[in-house]
């Protein structure tokens, strides 16, 4: 399985949702195959997850995603004893495992080296915990994270990636900033949160 068969089959399930995706030329991807305005896109290491409990304890009506890489995962490993603890049922992580940092320099992870985010996210108290390894197999996983009660965690094992590649994928026409602008305005447009000039 690679990046881009991962992202659209979560696509498929995510619909028009909220969604935070981490740092990375996965949001460049996921933004070619399947933009959707209430994104925010390339939130810093660490916090596409934390964001998205929030964004989930104050929305309990929406399914919530976050879209991690296993290094900005293993950056915010924190959240998930908390996301354990609250058990948000509308909350769906999704961790893109290539083993490594590519755009640094294709510099292994510690998921290389045996860490295992599915372990400690059932350690944490999150019992849908899934590790998928094919297209198939993350639909089902998928599948049921777009119904049923979460919180769900899943972790999808892709192919590794060659650092060449990724500055073949085109930049995004604008900036976190805006982004997140947009976000808020979606979730406005939407009756979801008051409008920011009424808080």
Not at 17 to 24: K, M, N
Not at 105 to 128: N, Y
Request: glycine share 8%; with cysteine; aromatic share 8%.
């Amino acid at each position: 399985m690679n990046r881009v068969e991962a992202l659209e089959i979560w696509a498929k399930y995510r619909g028009d949702s909220p969604a935070v995706t981490g740092p990375s030329f996965g949001g460049r991807v996921l933004y070619a195959i399947a933009h959707r305005p209430a994104t925010i896109y390339n939130m810093e290491l660490g916090y596409p997850t934390a964001v998205c409990l929030g964004l989930a304890l104050s929305l309990p009506s929406q399914r919530v995603y976050a879209v991690e890489g296993d290094g900005s995962m293993l950056a915010g490993l924190a959240t998930l004893t908390t996301i354990g603890r609250y058990q948000p049922e509308n909350l769906v992580i999704l961790v893109i495992d290539n083993r490594a940092y590519v755009t640094t320099g294709s510099i292994p992870s510690a998921t290389s080296a045996g860490t295992d985010l599915v372990a400690i996210a059932k350690g944490a108290g999150i019992a849908e915990a899934h590790r998928t390894t094919d297209p198939a197999e993350l639909d089902r996983v998928m599948a049921r994270a777009a119904t049923e009660k979460g919180p769900f965690f899943i972790v999808a094992s892709i192919e590794q990636e060659d650092m060449r590649a990724v500055g073949k994928s085109a930049a995004m026409p604008f900036d976190i900033v805006e982004s997140s602008i947009r976000f808020r305005r979606t979730l406005e447009d939407r009756g979801l949160v008051p409008p920011i000039w009424a808080v």
